[in-house]
């Protein structure tokens, strides 16, 4: 595991950047993993910018998301779709055709999820797969109790993570109950991943990550301990439970 140690939000954003942009401009790396929520908005914001300075092209990359809420449409406001266009798709040259995420809207949701697997399976695997966390230790949407030897699948969202996002909504009661979420084992089969963690509401999550002594279905992200190639940025705050003991 490669541990980047960064200051803050801002830099986490431009380190995040520069390596996604370098890795992608390596032949053969053509399949990026994205992820949504609040910690990669600002690394959008610089890869947007730097593909702009640099001439980077899109146009051959494809890129699959790891999540969508049941219940909204691609163009509800709150859609995973709708954040990927307004934060990046929107702002590169990248084909409409090339970028995936799973349809919430879906009237056979197994099936969705199956199309959703398969698709990933056809393209090969995911060169570099982006990941956030989540407080309780969640990777995509596998939420503490999920098996690591999951697919794509639907989950119900713990409260908790209905509590955290309900601030991109008008209130909790708005945030879906259901998302569709590539499994554990779908998130381990890709060949590198990169995970973001920004502020203190991801230390203890972080902690158990990285410094955690069992690897267990009980936090997600400690199934990362067993990626070969799994490298987190993240700054200060979200690492001051990791600092605090490597200090004492
Ligand atoms: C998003 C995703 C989630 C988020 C996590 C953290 O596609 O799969 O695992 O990465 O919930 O969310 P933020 O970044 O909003 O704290």
């Not at 698709?119 to 060169?127: F, G, R």
């Not at 969202?157 to 554990?184: Q, Y």
């Not at 002594?213 to 993240?234: D, F, G, M, S, Y």
């Amino acid at each position: 595991m490669n541990i980047i140690s960064v200051k803050n939000y801002q830099e986490m954003s431009k380190v995040a950047a520069e390596m996604l942009i370098e890795k992608l401009s390596a032949t053969g790396v053509n399949v990026m993993g994205l992820a949504t929520g609040g910690t990669p908005e600002g690394m959008y914001k610089q890869l947007v910018k730097l593909a702009s300075e640099r001439n980077f092209s899109f146009k051959d990359i494809h890129t699959v998301n790891l999540d969508e809420y049941v219940g909204l449409s691609d163009e509800h406001p709150n859609s995973y779709h709708t954040y990927m266009r307004n934060h990046l798709f929107d702002h590169i040259d990248i084909p409409d055709a090339n970028t995936h995420l799973p349809n919430g809207l879906a009237e056979n949701l197994d099936g969705e999820c199956e199309r959703y697997e398969k698709m990933i399976t056809d393209l090969e695997q995911v060169n570099i797969q982006l990941l956030g966390i989540g407080a309780n230790g969640h990777i995509g949407f596998n939420e503490p109790g999920t098996s690591f030897n999951s697919k794509t699948q639907v989950v119900q969202l713990a409260e908790s993570t209905r509590e955290a996002n309900a601030r991109f909504f008008e209130n909790e009661a708005e945030v879906p109950t259901h998302a569709i979420t590539m499994g554990i084992q779908t998130i381990m089969e890709s060949k590198e991943i990169v995970l973001l963690a920004s502020g203190s509401s991801k230390a203890e999550a972080l902690y158990e990550l990285i410094c955690g002594k069992q690897v267990t279905e009980k936090v997600p992200a400690t199934v990362l301990q067993r990626h070969p190639n799994l490298t987190v940025i993240a700054d200060e705050e979200a690492l001051h439970l990791v600092n605090s003991v490597q200090h004492s």
